[in-house]
């Protein structure tokens, strides 16, 4: 692939060895052009620098890096958020967490986001939800710079704690909701070698155990840090869902329970602090 400087960028775009979608992303990209002015400008011919500037895009991606990294950003519910190589991608599987917290925190009540990552989940809250305190908190600095950037970004105030889990957390903190997407594939899964995945930073993704350690330690230690009645909910993989909901039930969270993402798969478990 040579995108031959002076063709259209019509002609480009038809010519480009990715699918239609990321060679519109990625050409948009180099050019600065809109989607709508690839359209509207078609006839317009690629300079020297932005043919320079696509084939490496381009061969970012043949050599199989995730186009969010290449690009920078990816779109979360309807927002926009800055990534990189210190954060996970957000994923649309994780919008139902959003939803499900959404719904469940009351009026004024106070969230906290372990594990934020990208921001992605406390932004989202703290967008719909102006109303709410939101404290956010991972172990990552560099994932942290990225949140904080994400909650200006998205013109939302949101606290961000660097802590290992509950670590940095005051000892008199309560929250009206918990929410987290930890990381929870189990060390030496295939899944980890594979695609976006060997691009994504492994603390994100790998307990580096059997999947479940973080969640049994989120799931321990909520309680201390829940109001009485309080939500704790909890992303997790395709076939974790019966084991999180038997970590809840034994550690006495009441209303335990599993919700389904798009794709119809148990994506989410949650339960409540008994009163
Ligand atoms: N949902 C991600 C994946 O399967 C994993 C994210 C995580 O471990 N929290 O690609």
């Known amino acids: 692939m040579n995108p031959v400087p002076g063709a259209s960028v019509g002609a480009v775009q038809a010519a480009l060895p990715l699918d239609p979608l990321e060679n519109r992303i990625l050409l948009c990209h180099a050019t600065g052009l809109s989607r709508i002015q690839l359209i509207t400008q078609a006839e317009r011919p690629l300079s020297d620098e932005e043919a320079a500037r696509l084939e490496q895009l381009v061969q970012r991606r043949l050599n199989g890096e995730p186009i969010a990294y290449i690009v920078g950003k990816r779109e979360f519910f309807g927002l926009d958020f800055a990534v990189s190589e210190a954060v996970l991608i957000p994923r649309p599987d994780t919008e139902l967490i959003v939803e499900l917290a959404i719904e469940r925190l009351p009026a004024q009540g106070h969230l906290l986001d372990m594990g934020t990552g990208s921001g992605a989940i406390a932004v989202a809250v703290a967008h719909s939800r102006p109303d709410a305190a939101v404290t956010a908190l991972d172990l990552s600095e560099a994932a942290l710079s990225m949140a904080r950037a994400n909650a200006a970004g998205n013109g939302v105030q949101v606290r961000f704690l660097q802590s290992d889990w509950f670590g940095a957390l005051q000892a008199d903190e309560r929250f009206a909701l918990i929410a987290s997407n930890p990381p929870y594939i189990a060390a030496g899964d295939e899944h980890l070698s594979q695609g976006d995945l060997r691009f994504e930073p492994a603390g994100a993704l790998t307990d580096h155990a059997d999947g479940l350690s973080a969640l049994r330690i989120i799931i321990a230690g909520a309680p201390a840090y829940l109001l009485p009645g309080a939500w704790l909910l909890l992303e997790h993989g ?27 798969i148990e994506r989410v478990s949650g339960g409540r602090r008994s009163p």
Not at 239 to 263: F, I, K, M, N, P
Request: aromatic content about 12%; charged content about 20%; overall charge negative.
């Open 238 to 264: 395709y076939d974790q869902a019966e084991a999180v909901r038997a970590l809840l039930a034994q550690q006495g969270y009441t209303e335990v329970q599993s919700w389904r993402d798009l794709g119809g």
